[in-house]
């Protein structure tokens, strides 16, 4: 103090012949970097020591070394303290505090702690209900909580060598030696109140709309103040609460229909059955309340006198929140879900009573508008699902058919951005909506057949076990021999040949009466008769008891009929879905998303439930809903996807499943620019309608899956021969169709030969039908020539289990189970397709434009189309011995043919593989394991599994104008691999393993590896 030196001035100190000169306000603390120079200086007088010539020496700079540490130690001490308020709650009180120097033991000096630490929490959790009578019910939980921490650094921070008391002593006056503690300490204060869930507890059985216990309340306001040596305030505000109404009823189910008698027929079941049900089954309604606040007002350490202006971050947002679920019957359910998001617009500056005095009440009217405005809305969104199954199994005739029909729906509105007056830009809202319409049926074709008596005895006697539990019916069948002689108690055996056991002997003498005796039996064809008395000349009669065997025509046709009845259930889906995004939107949400705007309500009900179409954006430029400014420059869009799909399961006969399948799948999306002209019109000539999306559909191309391609016949394809067969038939066929349509068209008019003119040989109309027909061995006169086929056109893909082996007895002897597996996946697809901008049509609706091949254009540009198919597996055989063996074979086979219409060639990439794999079981391995402790006796099976695969892959390049077949790359593939696994416990598991893989490359260009 009383200093005429600056910052800015050099101070010099002599000490000796020493200099040391100094330069700003350096602290010790933050040296990094030391620099040691060196001068001899040119002699500039007469008389000096100097002698003005050059020297060499050597200088050391060995060490530095700071010493004289002050180590003082320090203290610390914690305290909390614990109170429960009998049921009313309790409150807790933490304090800490910890002085320069405190540190562990291990602590060096320069870690001990460097500052003056305080700090206290005290918290409380309350149940204000308590204070209420009982009867009432209230519910009042309450979260107090208030803290603050003072931390002192040992040092002034803004001079870091000056101990800081040092700093306050040396202070001139109270007010400078505030400001310096101030600054120096790192402070910080929360403060917290939070009410949860306060309410009324339910009274009652039976709940009812108006209850008070259907509302509760939530608020919580958290505070945190901090400021330290950069920062002199920053506050923090966050205030949160809400009101939320929540109702859950089992309302009452009406049947006014249930007691009329005309209606007990099981044909008016349908209209017995009707229901309704009287309440939604919840409804709830939300509203949230938060407010954020935030004021940072940093110190300008080098220039005090330079103040800097506060900054501000404020945020006040209004949410409602409404769901309500209603059945209305038992079939048809309905739920709805909105959320409306609002901002209270704030003004500028900072909000405090004490400290903004003249703003503060600018500001509480402001915000009180915009609350009685309900706010600006921001957000709007609601989900609308329902489901409905059609009772259509209560008709007699379709009891065995299940159907149901869902439908979700979403809409969005968002605020667009605010600019300045000045700037004069609305660039509009944004809009978007979806929905999603899908139906499904499912026919059970076992319960159609149980309708009928006589399937349901083929499908009862034609099942697994049928015969063991089928009744036995018997028949009589006889013996008979003549002239047979008996002596007393001697036996004679008569040989009846019936196969039976269960007989009965007569022996009648010649005067008709029947000699007596005992009879004894063999076997099934043979029977011993012991006669009491002597006689010649009988007759014996045998009569027996045998199972009637069913005819073997009869047995034929139950399973014939079993066959046909092998259709055990068919599915169909079908899921259209649609959806809408258009920026620009000018109508503000005011209900359900909507607003007047124009005389009109816009964007209109069918929007918000997903309804509408392209046709929405044109009506949207027609009723002037659509912003001018030409800043925006985002497109329309629209989407449109249809899939349908088909499964059934088919049982031929016991042991055997086919599960079926049959996809078509089509997607389009559509973009259109709507950018208004200076007139404030949207030309036709700035939409840029763009068209683009996918396409696949099942197919079977198993005709053509199974060519030999070998470098005997230079890799050539029948299929690709046939391809290029087929472009000539096509070419004829477009045009055909093309000169019933135009009477203008004259097909021979500058065509290629063998082609039709505008469609040459690499015409996209062309090769994409001929393609198909090739590669699914289809006429090629019968082939679809459109360019997305339709559903009539699905082929079923399928799967194939069989495991009735193993009911057969020979091989029960030697098998546990046998099981052979085959797939048949194949799909024709177009990943990617969009407009072509060439393609224009005349107002007949036909486009006339060529290419430079001479070729029509095309509505739309196909890049790439493909057929994939696989068998995977073609065959696959599992066994499973008796003696814990297990074998397998497996053929997988599959195949890629992608079509390039931009290049004119066929990639053909073909997999083929072989896999062989063996596997024993060796039960309760005991194995013995060593270690310091001793030893310990494990016993556990031990798997032991080997597999080889062989795996043929190879790639050829087709090209069409060239005529060439290109072998590209490929690969013989030979893996072998080995594994033992033992299970030392429940969590550990020994495994030993080896594989070993060998490439043969199938081009000359590559090298073996292994």
Partial sequence: PGSSLSVSDVFVVTKGNAR?????NPNLSNVRVIMVGVRNPIKTRKGATDDGNPKSGEIWINELRLNDFVENGGWAANAHLQARLADLGTVDMVGQVSTPGWGSLDKKVNERSKEEVMSYDISSSLELGKFFPEEMGVRLPVYIGYSETQIRPQFNPLDPDVPLRDAIRNAEDKNERDSILAISEDYSRRKTISINNAGITKRGEKPHPWDLSNISVNYTYNEVYKSNTRTEIDLEKNYRGGLNYNFNAQPANITPLQNVKFLNSPVFRILKDFNLYTFPRSISYRIDVSRYYNEIKTRNINNPNLLIIPSFRKDFEWSRIFDIKYDVTRQLKIDFTSTNIARIDEPEGGVDRRRYRNDYELWKDSVLTNIRRLGRPTSYNHFINATYNLPINKLPLLSWVNANARFGADYSWLAGPLFPDSLNINIGNTIKNHNELSFSAMANLTTLYSKSKFLKNIEN??????????????????????????????????????????????????????????????????????????????????????????????????????????????????????????????PESRFLGMSRFNDVLAPGVPFILGFENEGIFDKAVSRRWLTTDTILNMP???????????????????????????????????????????????????RNRIVNGNFSISIISWGTAFEKISKKNDYASAAFEAFRKNTVIISERRAESRREADPYYNPDEQAESDYKSGYGKTSREVLIPAFIAAYTKTNPRHVGLETFPSAMRMMPNWRLTFDGFSKFEFVQKAFRSVSISHQYRSTYQIGSYTTNLNFRTDLDGICRIRDLQNNFIQQYEINVVTISEQFSPLLNVDLNWKNNLTTRFEWRKSRTVSLNLTSNQIADARVNELVFGAGYRFDEVQIILKSRGGQRALKSDLNLRFDLSIRDNKTIARKLIEDVNQPVVGLKVFTVGATADYVLSDRFNLQIFADHTMNNPFVANTFPTS
């Fill in 20 to 24: 040391i000169s100094v330069s700003g």
């Fill in 461 to 586: 006697n034609t099942r697994p076990g049928a015969a063991a539990s089928m009744k036995t019916e018997y028949k009589t069948v006889t013996y008979t021999r003549e002239n047979v002689n008996f002596r007393t108690d001697v036996p004679r055996t008569i040989t009846h040949n019936l196969k039976t056991r269960d007989v009965k002997v007569k022996v009648m003498k010649k005067d008709g009466t029947e000699l007596p005796g005992k009879t004894e039996i063999v076997s099934d064809n043979r029977i011993s008769f012991i006669p009491g008395e002597q006689a010649n000349a009988t007759i014996v009669t045998v009569e027996g008891q045998v199972p009637r065997k069913r005819n073997p025509l009869i047995v034929t046709g139950e399973y014939f009929v079993r066959a046909l009845m092998g259709i055990r259930s068919v599915n169909l889906t079908y899921t259209s879905s649609q959806g809408h995004y258009l920026p620009g939107f000018l």
């Fill in 636 to 686: 329309a869009t629209y989407s449109n996807r249809k899939d349908i799909s088909l499964r059934s399961t088919v049982e031929p006969f016991p042991g055997m499943r086919i599960d079926v399948n049959a996809d078509r799948r089509f997607l389009e999306n559509v973009s259109s620019y709507y950018i208004a002209d200076i007139n404030g019109n949207f030309p036709d000539s700035t």
